[in-house]
Protein backbone atom coordinates (compact mmCIF):
# COMPACT_ATOMS: atom_id res chain seq x y z
CA UNK A 1 0.00 0.00 0.00
CA UNK A 2 1.27 3.89 -0.84
CA UNK A 3 -1.63 5.78 0.48
CA UNK A 4 -0.20 8.67 2.45
CA UNK A 5 -0.21 12.10 3.37
CA UNK A 6 1.78 14.76 3.21
CA UNK A 7 1.29 17.91 5.42
CA UNK A 8 3.31 21.26 5.39
CA UNK A 9 3.40 22.61 8.98
CA UNK A 10 4.68 26.53 8.82
CA UNK A 11 1.27 28.00 10.27
CA UNK A 12 -1.50 26.53 12.83
CA UNK A 13 -3.62 25.96 10.38
CA UNK A 14 -1.07 23.25 9.47
CA UNK A 15 -1.45 21.67 12.96
CA UNK A 16 -5.12 21.41 11.82
CA UNK A 17 -4.70 20.04 8.76
CA UNK A 18 -2.18 17.44 9.95
CA UNK A 19 -4.09 16.22 12.57
CA UNK A 20 -7.71 15.99 10.21
CA UNK A 21 -5.54 14.14 7.52
CA UNK A 22 -4.67 11.84 10.42
CA UNK A 23 -7.92 10.85 11.47
CA UNK A 24 -9.40 10.37 8.04
CA UNK A 25 -6.07 8.21 7.14
CA UNK A 26 -6.88 6.26 10.53
CA UNK A 27 -10.48 6.26 10.20
CA UNK A 28 -10.15 4.48 6.15
CA UNK A 29 -7.21 1.86 8.00
CA UNK A 30 -10.39 1.02 10.25
CA UNK A 31 -9.31 2.51 13.71
CA UNK A 32 -11.71 2.57 16.60
CA UNK A 33 -12.74 6.04 17.44
CA UNK A 34 -10.54 5.69 20.84
CA UNK A 35 -7.59 5.10 18.25
CA UNK A 36 -8.64 8.04 15.72
CA UNK A 37 -8.33 10.15 18.82
CA UNK A 38 -4.89 9.05 20.09
CA UNK A 39 -3.61 8.74 16.27
CA UNK A 40 -5.17 12.62 15.76
CA UNK A 41 -4.06 14.24 19.36
CA UNK A 42 -0.38 12.75 18.50
CA UNK A 43 -0.40 14.07 15.41
CA UNK A 44 -1.62 17.46 16.59
CA UNK A 45 1.47 17.15 19.25
CA UNK A 46 4.29 16.86 17.00
CA UNK A 47 2.76 19.07 14.35
CA UNK A 48 2.49 21.84 17.53
CA UNK A 49 6.13 20.94 18.50
CA UNK A 50 7.49 22.00 14.80
CA UNK A 51 5.30 24.98 14.61
CA UNK A 52 6.60 26.11 17.80
CA UNK A 53 10.21 25.18 17.87
CA UNK A 54 11.22 24.97 14.51
CA UNK A 55 8.87 27.16 12.67
CA UNK A 56 8.29 24.55 9.68
CA UNK A 57 8.66 20.53 9.10
CA UNK A 58 6.67 18.48 7.33
CA UNK A 59 4.17 15.43 8.94
CA UNK A 60 4.13 12.29 6.64
CA UNK A 61 1.50 10.04 7.94
CA UNK A 62 1.04 6.24 5.72
CA UNK A 63 -0.37 2.94 5.89
CA UNK A 64 2.48 0.31 6.92
CA UNK A 65 2.39 -3.10 7.10
CA UNK A 66 5.05 -5.37 9.23
CA UNK A 67 4.93 -8.82 7.23
CA UNK A 68 7.95 -9.85 9.50
CA UNK A 69 5.95 -10.82 12.87
CA UNK A 70 4.57 -13.81 13.14
CA UNK A 71 0.48 -12.81 12.67
CA UNK A 72 1.10 -9.57 10.38
CA UNK A 73 0.13 -6.32 11.58
CA UNK A 74 -1.18 -3.48 9.99
CA UNK A 75 -1.59 0.05 11.43
CA UNK A 76 -0.09 3.91 10.67
CA UNK A 77 3.03 5.49 10.89
CA UNK A 78 3.83 9.05 11.64
CA UNK A 79 7.10 10.97 11.01
CA UNK A 80 7.38 14.45 11.85
CA UNK A 81 10.53 16.06 10.45
CA UNK A 82 11.85 19.35 10.42
CA UNK A 83 15.76 20.79 10.30
CA UNK A 84 14.83 23.17 13.45
CA UNK A 85 17.25 23.64 16.39
CA UNK A 86 17.27 19.78 17.63
CA UNK A 87 16.89 18.67 20.72
CA UNK A 88 20.40 17.91 22.85
CA UNK A 89 18.64 16.89 25.68
CA UNK A 90 16.17 14.16 24.42
CA UNK A 91 16.03 12.07 28.21
CA UNK A 92 14.89 15.47 29.66
CA UNK A 93 11.80 16.27 26.75
CA UNK A 94 10.96 12.50 27.16
CA UNK A 95 10.11 13.41 31.24
CA UNK A 96 6.78 14.32 31.66
CA UNK A 97 6.15 18.11 32.56
CA UNK A 98 9.44 19.26 31.16
CA UNK A 99 9.12 22.40 28.73
CA UNK A 100 11.07 25.04 27.36
CA UNK A 101 8.10 27.24 26.19
CA UNK A 102 5.55 27.09 29.21
CA UNK A 103 3.43 24.36 28.39
CA UNK A 104 1.97 21.41 29.65
CA UNK A 105 5.17 19.65 28.72
CA UNK A 106 3.09 16.85 28.03
CA UNK A 107 3.45 16.62 24.54
CA UNK A 108 6.26 13.90 23.28
CA UNK A 109 5.98 11.36 26.44
CA UNK A 110 2.47 11.48 25.76
CA UNK A 111 3.18 10.71 22.12
CA UNK A 112 5.17 7.90 22.97
CA UNK A 113 2.26 6.79 25.45
CA UNK A 114 -0.98 7.26 22.50
CA UNK A 115 0.94 5.27 19.86
CA UNK A 116 2.29 1.79 20.07
CA UNK A 117 6.09 2.67 18.38
CA UNK A 118 7.80 5.35 19.12
CA UNK A 119 11.46 7.02 17.80
CA UNK A 120 13.55 9.94 18.13
CA UNK A 121 16.30 10.87 16.48
CA UNK A 122 17.62 14.80 16.69
CA UNK A 123 20.93 16.06 16.43
CA UNK A 124 21.06 19.82 17.53
CA UNK A 125 21.80 22.29 15.40
CA UNK A 126 20.59 20.18 12.54
CA UNK A 127 16.75 18.98 13.05
CA UNK A 128 14.54 16.04 14.41
CA UNK A 129 13.05 13.30 13.28
CA UNK A 130 10.01 11.46 15.16
CA UNK A 131 8.53 8.26 14.41
CA UNK A 132 5.60 6.96 15.84
CA UNK A 133 3.70 3.96 14.89
CA UNK A 134 0.10 2.62 16.08
CA UNK A 135 -0.88 -0.59 15.07
CA UNK A 136 -4.49 -1.99 14.44
CA UNK A 137 -5.52 -5.01 17.02
CA UNK B 1 -1.48 -23.37 -18.63
CA UNK B 2 -0.02 -24.36 -22.40
CA UNK B 3 -2.92 -26.16 -23.80
CA UNK B 4 -1.07 -29.36 -24.48
CA UNK B 5 -0.22 -29.63 -20.56
CA UNK B 6 -3.72 -29.19 -19.56
CA UNK B 7 -4.89 -32.14 -22.55
CA UNK B 8 -2.22 -34.08 -21.23
CA UNK B 9 -3.47 -33.53 -17.33
CA UNK B 10 -6.63 -34.69 -18.60
CA UNK B 11 -5.60 -37.54 -20.56
CA UNK B 12 -3.98 -39.18 -17.28
CA UNK B 13 -6.27 -37.70 -14.74
CA UNK B 14 -7.06 -41.38 -13.11
CA UNK B 15 -3.10 -41.67 -12.67
CA UNK B 16 -2.53 -38.54 -11.14
CA UNK B 17 -5.32 -38.76 -8.97
CA UNK B 18 -4.69 -42.16 -7.60
CA UNK B 19 -0.98 -41.28 -7.60
CA UNK B 20 -1.93 -38.12 -5.47
CA UNK B 21 -4.17 -40.08 -3.07
CA UNK B 22 -1.31 -42.19 -2.27
CA UNK B 23 0.78 -39.70 -2.05
CA UNK B 24 -1.30 -37.32 0.25
CA UNK B 25 -1.89 -40.53 2.47
CA UNK B 26 1.78 -40.44 3.23
CA UNK B 27 2.27 -37.04 4.21
CA UNK B 28 -1.07 -36.44 5.96
CA UNK B 29 -0.03 -34.53 9.16
CA UNK B 30 -0.23 -38.06 11.56
CA UNK B 31 -2.23 -36.11 14.43
CA UNK B 32 -5.11 -35.10 11.56
CA UNK B 33 -4.86 -39.15 10.27
CA UNK B 34 -6.18 -40.04 13.84
CA UNK B 35 -8.85 -37.49 14.47
CA UNK B 36 -10.85 -38.15 10.77
CA UNK B 37 -12.30 -41.33 9.99
CA UNK B 38 -10.74 -43.11 6.61
CA UNK B 39 -13.80 -42.75 4.59
CA UNK B 40 -14.56 -38.96 5.62
CA UNK B 41 -10.61 -38.04 4.71
CA UNK B 42 -10.75 -40.57 1.38
CA UNK B 43 -13.89 -38.48 -0.03
CA UNK B 44 -12.32 -34.89 1.02
CA UNK B 45 -8.99 -36.34 -0.86
CA UNK B 46 -10.34 -36.82 -3.92
CA UNK B 47 -13.08 -33.71 -3.77
CA UNK B 48 -9.48 -31.51 -3.56
CA UNK B 49 -7.94 -33.50 -6.25
CA UNK B 50 -10.78 -33.15 -8.31
CA UNK B 51 -10.97 -29.56 -7.85
CA UNK B 52 -7.33 -28.96 -8.46
CA UNK B 53 -7.84 -30.34 -11.91
CA UNK B 54 -10.95 -28.86 -12.52
CA UNK B 55 -9.73 -25.28 -11.78
CA UNK B 56 -7.30 -25.32 -14.79
CA UNK B 57 -10.43 -24.66 -17.50
CA UNK B 58 -12.42 -22.17 -14.94
CA UNK B 59 -12.05 -18.63 -15.51
CA UNK B 60 -9.05 -17.42 -12.66
CA UNK B 61 -12.82 -15.81 -10.80
CA UNK B 62 -14.68 -19.03 -10.62
CA UNK B 63 -11.62 -20.69 -9.61
CA UNK B 64 -10.93 -18.33 -7.16
CA UNK B 65 -14.79 -18.83 -5.57
CA UNK B 66 -14.74 -22.40 -5.65
CA UNK B 67 -11.29 -23.41 -3.73
CA UNK B 68 -12.53 -20.39 -1.25
CA UNK B 69 -15.57 -22.35 -0.57
CA UNK B 70 -13.70 -25.38 -0.36
CA UNK B 71 -11.27 -23.96 2.16
CA UNK B 72 -13.70 -22.05 4.16
CA UNK B 73 -15.28 -25.80 4.63
CA UNK B 74 -12.11 -27.70 5.85
CA UNK B 75 -11.38 -24.51 7.93
CA UNK B 76 -14.81 -24.87 9.43
CA UNK B 77 -14.17 -28.58 9.90
CA UNK B 78 -10.69 -28.07 11.92
CA UNK B 79 -8.18 -29.35 8.75
CA UNK B 80 -4.74 -27.55 9.30
CA UNK B 81 -3.14 -25.52 6.59
CA UNK B 82 -0.67 -27.93 6.13
CA UNK B 83 -3.03 -30.38 4.66
CA UNK B 84 -3.27 -27.98 1.78
CA UNK B 85 0.14 -27.14 1.00
CA UNK B 86 1.18 -30.62 1.49
CA UNK B 87 -1.56 -31.79 -0.72
CA UNK B 88 -0.47 -29.07 -3.18
CA UNK B 89 3.18 -29.88 -3.60
CA UNK B 90 2.11 -33.78 -3.60
CA UNK B 91 -0.29 -32.63 -6.48
CA UNK B 92 3.39 -31.05 -8.03
CA UNK B 93 5.10 -33.46 -7.23
CA UNK B 94 2.67 -36.08 -9.46
CA UNK B 95 2.68 -34.22 -12.23
CA UNK B 96 5.95 -33.78 -12.83
CA UNK B 97 6.60 -37.32 -12.51
CA UNK B 98 4.30 -38.29 -14.69
CA UNK B 99 4.98 -35.60 -17.56
CA UNK B 100 8.45 -36.88 -17.38
CA UNK B 101 7.41 -40.37 -17.47
CA UNK B 102 5.75 -39.83 -21.00
CA UNK B 103 7.26 -40.63 -23.87
CA UNK B 104 5.37 -38.02 -25.84
CA UNK B 105 6.68 -35.05 -23.62
CA UNK B 106 9.82 -34.53 -24.26
CA UNK B 107 12.72 -33.55 -21.37
CA UNK B 108 12.79 -29.94 -22.80
CA UNK B 109 9.25 -29.72 -22.76
CA UNK B 110 9.16 -30.82 -18.93
CA UNK B 111 11.57 -28.52 -17.82
CA UNK B 112 9.90 -25.38 -20.02
CA UNK B 113 6.42 -25.96 -18.24
CA UNK B 114 7.90 -26.54 -14.71
CA UNK B 115 8.27 -22.55 -13.86
CA UNK B 116 4.32 -22.19 -15.35
CA UNK B 117 3.17 -25.41 -12.88
CA UNK B 118 5.59 -23.96 -10.07
CA UNK B 119 3.50 -20.91 -10.74
CA UNK B 120 -0.19 -22.16 -10.52
CA UNK B 121 0.56 -24.39 -7.71
CA UNK B 122 2.07 -21.38 -5.61
CA UNK B 123 -0.92 -19.24 -6.47
CA UNK B 124 -3.18 -21.77 -5.33
CA UNK B 125 -1.10 -22.15 -2.15
CA UNK B 126 -1.14 -18.66 -1.45
CA UNK B 127 -4.69 -18.30 -1.78
CA UNK B 128 -5.81 -20.46 0.48
CA UNK B 129 -3.13 -19.32 3.21
CA UNK B 130 -4.90 -16.61 2.99
CA UNK B 131 -8.24 -17.56 3.25
CA UNK B 132 -6.91 -19.20 6.48
CA UNK B 133 -5.19 -16.35 8.00
CA UNK B 134 -8.21 -13.84 7.34
CA UNK B 135 -10.42 -16.82 9.04
CA UNK B 136 -7.71 -16.44 11.75
CA UNK B 137 -8.31 -12.70 11.58
CA UNK B 138 -11.87 -12.84 12.40
CA UNK B 139 -11.44 -15.97 15.68
CA UNK B 140 -9.30 -13.18 16.95
CA UNK B 141 -11.42 -10.65 16.14
CA UNK B 142 -14.48 -12.64 17.69
CA UNK B 143 -12.53 -13.91 20.99
CA UNK B 144 -12.00 -10.13 21.49
CA UNK B 145 -15.12 -9.05 21.09
CA UNK B 146 -16.46 -12.15 23.84
CA UNK B 147 -13.59 -10.90 26.00
CA UNK B 148 -15.13 -7.25 25.24
CA UNK B 149 -18.24 -8.24 26.52
CA UNK B 150 -17.02 -10.23 29.25
CA UNK B 151 -15.19 -8.00 30.89
CA UNK B 152 -17.49 -5.01 31.27
CA UNK B 153 -20.71 -5.02 31.75
CA UNK B 154 -21.61 -1.68 33.11
CA UNK B 155 -24.56 -2.24 35.13
CA UNK B 156 -27.53 0.69 35.53
CA UNK B 157 -28.65 -0.93 38.95
CA UNK B 158 -30.46 2.49 39.61
CA UNK B 159 -31.52 5.63 37.73
CA UNK B 160 -27.48 7.95 37.60
CA UNK B 161 -26.41 4.86 39.54
CA UNK B 162 -24.43 2.17 37.71
CA UNK B 163 -21.79 -0.74 39.04
CA UNK B 164 -19.35 -2.26 37.58
CA UNK B 165 -18.33 -5.81 38.54
CA UNK B 166 -14.81 -6.58 38.03
CA UNK B 167 -14.09 -10.58 37.86
CA UNK B 168 -10.49 -11.91 37.36
CA UNK B 169 -7.08 -10.61 36.57
CA UNK B 170 -6.70 -7.34 35.12
CA UNK B 171 -3.58 -6.66 32.61
CA UNK B 172 -3.45 -3.78 30.62
CA UNK B 173 -5.23 -4.98 27.33
CA UNK B 174 -8.22 -5.37 29.67
CA UNK B 175 -8.17 -3.01 31.44
CA UNK B 176 -8.27 -0.45 28.50
CA UNK B 177 -11.59 -1.93 27.70
CA UNK B 178 -13.00 -2.13 30.89
CA UNK B 179 -11.99 1.58 30.50
CA UNK B 180 -14.12 1.94 27.14
CA UNK B 181 -16.72 0.56 27.97
CA UNK B 182 -17.62 2.21 31.22
CA UNK B 183 -17.18 5.11 29.38
CA UNK B 184 -19.98 4.15 26.87
CA UNK B 185 -21.96 2.71 29.51
CA UNK B 186 -21.83 5.90 31.10
CA UNK B 187 -22.89 8.12 28.37
CA UNK B 188 -25.55 5.18 27.27
CA UNK B 189 -27.38 5.44 30.81
CA UNK B 190 -26.49 8.80 31.73
CA UNK B 191 -24.92 7.69 34.50
CA UNK B 192 -24.15 10.21 37.43
CA UNK B 193 -21.96 7.66 39.74
CA UNK B 194 -20.00 4.44 38.50
CA UNK B 195 -19.54 1.91 41.64
CA UNK B 196 -16.21 -0.11 40.68
CA UNK B 197 -16.52 -3.50 42.67
CA UNK B 198 -13.33 -5.23 42.59
CA UNK B 199 -14.53 -8.06 44.93
CA UNK B 200 -13.82 -10.50 42.58
CA UNK B 201 -10.40 -9.53 41.74
CA UNK B 202 -7.59 -11.57 43.11
CA UNK B 203 -4.69 -9.12 43.05
CA UNK B 204 -4.31 -5.81 43.51
CA UNK B 205 -0.74 -5.12 42.49
CA UNK B 206 0.70 -1.53 41.70
CA UNK B 207 -0.08 -1.99 37.64
CA UNK B 208 -3.94 -2.88 38.88
CA UNK B 209 -4.18 0.49 41.03
CA UNK B 210 -2.80 2.19 37.78
CA UNK B 211 -5.16 0.75 36.14
CA UNK B 212 -8.06 1.75 37.95
CA UNK B 213 -6.39 5.23 39.31
CA UNK B 214 -6.69 5.96 35.10
CA UNK B 215 -9.98 4.44 34.78
CA UNK B 216 -11.57 6.88 37.45
CA UNK B 217 -9.68 10.18 36.88
CA UNK B 218 -11.18 9.25 32.96
CA UNK B 219 -14.79 8.51 34.62
CA UNK B 220 -14.62 12.26 36.01
CA UNK B 221 -13.47 13.85 32.59
CA UNK B 222 -16.62 12.63 31.14
CA UNK B 223 -18.47 13.64 33.95
CA UNK B 224 -19.51 11.29 36.49
CA UNK B 225 -18.01 10.21 40.09
CA UNK B 226 -16.71 7.13 40.75
CA UNK B 227 -16.57 4.85 44.00
CA UNK B 228 -14.39 2.35 44.42
CA UNK B 229 -16.04 -1.12 46.17
CA UNK B 230 -15.03 -4.71 47.42
CA UNK B 231 -11.77 -3.62 48.97
CA UNK B 232 -11.23 -7.18 50.99
CA UNK B 233 -9.53 -6.97 54.08
CA UNK B 234 -6.34 -8.95 52.73
CA UNK B 235 -6.46 -6.34 49.15
CA UNK B 236 -6.28 -3.36 51.75
CA UNK B 237 -3.20 -4.37 53.30
CA UNK B 238 -1.40 -5.04 49.86
CA UNK B 239 -2.67 -1.53 49.17
CA UNK B 240 -1.31 -0.03 51.72
CA UNK B 241 2.04 -2.32 52.23
CA UNK B 242 3.05 -1.40 48.79
CA UNK B 243 2.40 2.04 49.52
CA UNK B 244 -0.13 2.90 46.42
CA UNK B 245 -2.27 6.32 47.05
CA UNK B 246 -5.66 5.63 46.45
CA UNK B 247 -6.67 8.43 48.74
CA UNK B 248 -8.76 10.25 45.57
CA UNK B 249 -10.64 7.28 45.27
CA UNK B 250 -14.45 7.38 47.18
CA UNK B 251 -14.08 3.95 48.41
CA UNK B 252 -16.33 1.90 50.52
CA UNK B 253 -15.94 -1.66 52.21
CA UNK B 254 -19.51 -3.27 50.49
CA UNK B 255 -21.66 -2.79 46.97
CA UNK B 256 -24.31 -2.16 49.56
CA UNK B 257 -22.20 0.83 51.13
CA UNK B 258 -21.86 1.83 47.77
CA UNK B 259 -25.03 2.31 46.42
CA UNK B 260 -26.50 3.84 49.45
CA UNK B 261 -23.36 6.60 48.74
CA UNK B 262 -24.60 6.71 45.16
CA UNK B 263 -28.07 7.56 45.81
CA UNK B 264 -26.97 9.96 48.48
CA UNK B 265 -24.92 11.98 45.93
CA UNK B 266 -27.90 11.81 43.81
CA UNK B 267 -30.02 13.57 46.16
CA UNK B 268 -32.17 9.58 46.98
CA UNK B 269 -32.22 6.93 49.79
CA UNK B 270 -33.29 4.24 50.01
CA UNK B 271 -36.54 3.86 53.32
CA UNK B 272 -38.41 1.24 54.74
CA UNK B 273 -42.05 0.94 53.80
CA UNK B 274 -42.72 0.93 57.40
CA UNK B 275 -46.99 -0.35 57.16
CA UNK B 276 -46.97 -3.67 57.14
CA UNK B 277 -50.44 -3.63 54.88
CA UNK B 278 -48.36 -2.02 52.23
CA UNK B 279 -46.29 -4.65 52.22
CA UNK B 280 -45.63 -6.30 49.00
CA UNK B 281 -45.25 -9.84 50.16
CA UNK B 282 -43.53 -11.80 46.98
CA UNK B 283 -45.37 -15.20 47.89
CA UNK C 1 -13.78 32.22 14.29
CA UNK C 2 -15.21 33.43 17.07
CA UNK C 3 -17.40 30.43 19.62
CA UNK C 4 -21.02 31.93 20.41
CA UNK C 5 -21.30 32.55 24.13
CA UNK C 6 -24.81 32.59 25.79
CA UNK C 7 -26.42 34.10 28.28
CA UNK C 8 -28.70 32.64 30.97
CA UNK C 9 -29.45 35.04 33.95
CA UNK C 10 -26.27 34.40 36.13
CA UNK C 11 -24.87 32.34 34.24
CA UNK C 12 -22.77 31.80 30.35
CA UNK C 13 -23.56 28.78 28.45
CA UNK C 14 -21.10 27.77 25.33
CA UNK C 15 -21.10 25.22 23.29
CA UNK C 16 -18.22 24.29 21.15
CA UNK C 17 -19.20 23.10 17.87
CA UNK C 18 -16.11 24.25 15.88
CA UNK C 19 -12.96 22.90 15.33
CA UNK C 20 -11.00 23.98 17.75
CA UNK C 21 -7.30 25.48 16.26
CA UNK C 22 -5.29 27.93 18.70
CA UNK C 23 -6.06 31.19 17.39
CA UNK C 24 -10.45 30.16 18.00
CA UNK C 25 -9.30 28.80 21.22
CA UNK C 26 -7.01 31.76 22.50
CA UNK C 27 -9.56 33.73 21.05
CA UNK C 28 -12.86 32.37 23.19
CA UNK C 29 -10.37 32.76 25.96
CA UNK C 30 -10.23 36.33 25.53
CA UNK C 31 -14.24 36.66 24.65
CA UNK C 32 -15.13 34.36 27.97
CA UNK C 33 -13.68 36.53 30.35
CA UNK C 34 -14.88 39.86 28.95
CA UNK C 35 -18.40 38.52 28.59
CA UNK C 36 -17.69 37.59 32.46
CA UNK C 37 -16.48 41.12 33.12
CA UNK C 38 -19.48 42.47 31.57
CA UNK C 39 -22.50 40.49 33.12
CA UNK C 40 -20.86 40.11 35.95
CA UNK C 41 -21.77 36.02 35.92
CA UNK C 42 -21.07 33.91 38.63
CA UNK C 43 -21.17 30.45 36.32
CA UNK C 44 -19.83 29.14 33.30
CA UNK C 45 -21.00 25.86 31.63
CA UNK C 46 -18.65 25.25 29.12
CA UNK C 47 -20.00 22.21 26.92
CA UNK C 48 -17.49 19.80 24.84
CA UNK C 49 -19.50 17.05 23.00
CA UNK C 50 -18.99 18.02 19.78
CA UNK C 51 -15.09 18.36 20.19
CA UNK C 52 -13.10 15.76 19.02
CA UNK C 53 -9.81 15.91 20.26
CA UNK C 54 -8.08 17.96 22.86
CA UNK C 55 -4.37 17.99 22.93
CA UNK C 56 -1.75 19.19 25.50
CA UNK C 57 -1.98 22.90 24.00
CA UNK C 58 -6.07 22.98 24.50
CA UNK C 59 -6.27 21.01 27.18
CA UNK C 60 -3.63 24.37 28.79
CA UNK C 61 -5.98 26.75 27.14
CA UNK C 62 -9.01 25.19 28.71
CA UNK C 63 -7.19 24.98 32.04
CA UNK C 64 -5.87 28.30 32.03
CA UNK C 65 -9.79 29.73 31.30
CA UNK C 66 -10.77 27.93 34.04
CA UNK C 67 -8.92 29.42 36.36
CA UNK C 68 -8.63 32.88 35.23
CA UNK C 69 -12.34 32.81 35.17
CA UNK C 70 -12.66 31.48 39.16
CA UNK C 71 -10.02 34.74 39.65
CA UNK C 72 -12.93 36.55 37.92
CA UNK C 73 -15.34 34.93 40.52
CA UNK C 74 -16.62 32.60 38.18
CA UNK C 75 -17.24 28.52 38.82
CA UNK C 76 -16.80 26.94 35.36
CA UNK C 77 -17.66 23.57 34.94
CA UNK C 78 -16.68 21.72 31.09
CA UNK C 79 -19.38 19.23 29.97
CA UNK C 80 -19.66 16.63 27.28
CA UNK C 81 -16.04 15.35 27.26
CA UNK C 82 -16.45 12.49 24.56
CA UNK C 83 -14.94 8.56 26.10
CA UNK C 84 -12.39 8.94 23.58
CA UNK C 85 -11.09 12.56 24.25
CA UNK C 86 -11.02 11.21 28.19
CA UNK C 87 -9.03 8.74 27.40
CA UNK C 88 -6.44 10.38 25.63
CA UNK C 89 -6.21 12.94 28.14
CA UNK C 90 -5.27 10.48 30.86
CA UNK C 91 -3.25 8.89 28.42
CA UNK C 92 -1.06 11.75 27.77
CA UNK C 93 -1.17 12.22 31.66
CA UNK C 94 -3.36 15.44 31.57
CA UNK C 95 -6.06 15.08 34.48
CA UNK C 96 -7.54 18.71 34.38
CA UNK C 97 -7.76 17.83 38.20
CA UNK C 98 -9.26 20.92 39.38
CA UNK C 99 -11.96 21.64 37.08
CA UNK C 100 -15.15 20.07 37.74
CA UNK C 101 -16.92 18.11 35.41
CA UNK C 102 -20.94 16.98 34.48
CA UNK C 103 -21.94 14.70 31.90
CA UNK C 104 -24.21 17.59 29.84
CA UNK C 105 -25.08 20.97 29.55
CA UNK C 106 -28.23 20.57 31.69
CA UNK C 107 -26.19 18.57 34.57
CA UNK C 108 -23.82 21.47 34.67
CA UNK C 109 -26.24 23.95 35.15
CA UNK C 110 -27.71 22.16 37.84
CA UNK C 111 -24.45 21.42 39.42
CA UNK C 112 -23.61 24.86 39.81
CA UNK C 113 -27.14 25.86 40.76
CA UNK C 114 -26.53 23.45 43.71
CA UNK C 115 -23.19 24.58 44.61
CA UNK C 116 -23.56 28.58 44.02
CA UNK C 117 -27.20 28.72 45.02
CA UNK C 118 -27.66 25.64 47.46
N1 LIG D 1 10.71 19.57 16.86
C1 LIG D 1 11.40 20.08 17.91
N2 LIG D 1 12.54 20.80 17.72
C2 LIG D 1 13.21 21.30 18.77
N3 LIG D 1 12.84 21.15 20.07
C3 LIG D 1 11.74 20.46 20.33
C4 LIG D 1 10.96 19.87 19.27
N4 LIG D 1 9.92 19.23 19.83
C5 LIG D 1 10.04 19.38 21.18
N5 LIG D 1 11.12 20.12 21.48
C6 LIG D 1 11.59 20.48 22.85
O1 LIG D 1 11.09 19.48 23.74
C7 LIG D 1 10.35 20.09 24.81
C8 LIG D 1 9.25 19.16 25.25
O2 LIG D 1 8.26 19.04 24.21
P1 LIG D 1 6.79 18.60 24.62
O3 LIG D 1 5.97 18.60 23.39
O4 LIG D 1 6.90 17.36 25.40
O5 LIG D 1 6.30 19.74 25.62
P2 LIG D 1 5.94 21.26 25.28
O6 LIG D 1 5.79 21.44 23.83
O7 LIG D 1 6.94 22.13 25.95
O8 LIG D 1 4.54 21.42 26.00
P3 LIG D 1 3.11 20.81 25.52
O9 LIG D 1 3.39 19.94 24.33
O10 LIG D 1 2.61 20.05 26.68
O11 LIG D 1 2.25 21.97 25.19
C9 LIG D 1 9.90 21.41 24.27
O12 LIG D 1 9.67 22.35 25.30
C10 LIG D 1 11.05 21.80 23.35
O13 LIG D 1 12.09 22.42 24.09
MG1 LIG E 1 4.60 20.17 22.64
Redesign the pocket.
Known amino acids: MSIQSNVEVHTEWGIVSARQAGRNLAKDAGFGNVDQARIATAIS?LA???Y???EKGEIVIQYVEDTESPVSKRGIKIIAK?K????SNIRD?MEDG????G???????GVKRLMDEFDIHSTAGEG?EITAIKWLR | MQPSIVEMIYTQKQDIISDWLSEINNVMPSGLAKKIPNEASDETNKKFVELIIESLELTEEAATEKLNEFAQHLIYLGWPLSYFTQGMQAFRRVLLETMSSMESISSKKVFETFYEIETWVDSIINQIADEYSGSWESTIHLQRMALKELSAPLIPVFEKVSVMPLVGTIDTERAKLIMENVLDGIIEHRSQVVLIDITGVPVVDTMVAHHLIQTAEAIRLVGAECILVGIRPEIAQTIVNLGIDLSKFRTKSSLRRGVETGLELTQRKIIKIENDDERIDSR | MRIPILKLHKYLLISVQVELDDQTALQFQEDLLNKIHQEGSIGVVIDLTSVEMID??IA?VLGDVVEMSNLMGAKVVLTGIQPAVAITLIDMGIMLNEVPTALDLEQGLEKLQQELEG
Do not use: H, M, Q, W
Open positions: ERNILYADGPGIVFTTSGLGAGLPT | SYK
